[in-house]
């Protein structure tokens, strides 16, 4: 049995009466709801369902079956008549970002010539995707402000049912298909005339602003996001609200911010490059103190330190360093900032006859760690940093033992 869809008489029907036609048991203790006549706009057309209410049974979801309209609720009702109320806020939010959708993709059309191929209006925003293969900042500002002329001129948009003889009197933007029966045409009067069996605001003004938030190419060409309405003014407050707090940290007009960052990006460039100098000069300083406070073993100098808050890279310049001088096996050992990995680096001059890689294997395990190396350098993590002074010991001991007998 046909369900009588309210929402195509008029979109504004929040409360009904209905009987029930059919009800049917589905899994997870659900049941659809079949009704004689319903103002709950089933998920169809690229628009959401509905939320609300059969008398006082939550509806989660709203499904076509051909010409019937299934309710999905989680209980079953105990009367044949129910009192149906969907919730406003959403629905009302559907009809502004589809009506804004057709307006916008009215205007791709009028100033670019810029057809629709598809579009997907989603909780956050929506997207529609033109067949084009570019578009400027010119561009958009120029369609935004033909798509908010039809809004703020509050034109009325009419809804009403066209067959095979009577379609020829309005200039679909999109052909339909050749062997339909019916079309619903939703009409901006000498603006936009598109087949859709969606909910609409009964006037342009409705909407409140569209705006474009971003574009990106696709592979068949331009994507554009957008929102509409009560999403419009929450996305100015949002970014109104982030531009403040950005002016407060930088002290600056918003006017001013963009140049405020560009000169504190610079800025940080540049104190990064002098950082990346002055430690270069420390690791050379500190090499050199090293050096002198070796360990000599048999004519060879075991040099063993661990760095803080340093990074692999830091480890590795210092070892580098530090065997630049002849017989030297440094075991240099960098623990993160956040105190939870320790990288190694074991490296020794061309002049020792031992393989680095073997000493760091050894020791590694007792760090929960990986990695390995050469005979020259070897290098690994591990997390088990309290082991640390226990593994270097070993390792301390392991070389001196073998220096002793060379
Ligand atoms: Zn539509």
Not at 301 to 319: D, F, R, Y
């Amino acid at each position: 049995m046909t369900t009588v869809k309210l929402y195509h008489e008029n979109a504004y029907i929040r409360d009904f009466a209905a009987n029930i036609t059919k009800v049917t048991p589905l899994p997870n203790n659900r049941w659809g709801i079949t009704l004689d006549r319903t103002a709950f706009y089933p998920t169809s057309g690229g628009q959401s369902f509905d939320y609300g209410f059969l008398n006082d049974l939550p509806v989660i979801d709203v499904q076509e079956d051909g010409e019937e309209v299934v309710h999905i609720v989680e209980a079953q009702p105990n009367t044949s008549q129910v009192q149906g109320h969907i919730r406003w806020d959403r629905r009302f939010d559907h009809m502004q970002q589809h009506s804004g959708q057709h307006i916008l993709s009215g205007a791709f059309f009028s100033e670019m010539k810029a057809n629709t191929v598809s579009f997907h209006l989603g909780t956050e925003s929506s997207q529609i995707d033109l067949d084009i293969e570019t578009i400027t900042p010119e561009n958009l500002q120029a369609v935004e402000a033909a798509a908010n002329q039809i809004v703020f001129s509050a034109q009325a948009i009419h809804t009403h049912w066209l067959n095979q003889d009577t379609i020829h009197h309005f200039p679909l933007r999109k052909p339909p298909a050749k062997d339909f029966s019916a079309i619903r045409l939703v009409e901006i009067a000498d603006f936009d005339y598109s087949a859709c069996c969606g909910t609409h605001v009964a006037n342009t003004g409705e909407i409140g602003l569209i705006k474009i938030r971003s574009w990106e190419r696709k592979s068949n060409g331009i994507r554009v996001d957008f929102v509409c309405g009560w999403r419009g003014l929450r996305d100015y407050q949002q970014k109104n609200t982030i531009l403040q707090q950005v002016s407060g940290l930088l002290s600056l007009p918003i006017s001013a911010i963009c140049q405020g960052v560009e000169k504190q990006l610079l800025k940080t460039e540049t104190l990064a490059k002098e950082l990346v100098a002055v430690k270069q000069e420390l690791h050379r300083n500190l090499a050199t103190t090293l050096y002198q406070q070796g360990i000599l073993i048999a004519q060879h100098k075991l040099i063993v330190h661990t760095l803080n808050n340093a990074t692999p890279n830091e480890v590795n310049t210092l070892a580098k360093e530090l065997i630049t001088n002849s017989h030297v096996i440094a075991l240099i050992c960098g623990i993160t900032a956040d105190q939870s990995k320790v990288h190694l680096v074991f490296s020794s001059s061309p002049d020792v006859c031992l393989s680095m890689n073997q000493e760091l294997t050894k020791i590694l395990p007792l760090l929960e760690g990986k990695g390995g190396g050469n005979v020259q350098t070897a290098q690994g993590g591990g997390s088990k940093i309290d082991q640390l002074p226990t593994a270097l010991a070993l390792a301390t001991d392991n070389i001196t033992k073998q220096l002793s007998i060379l």
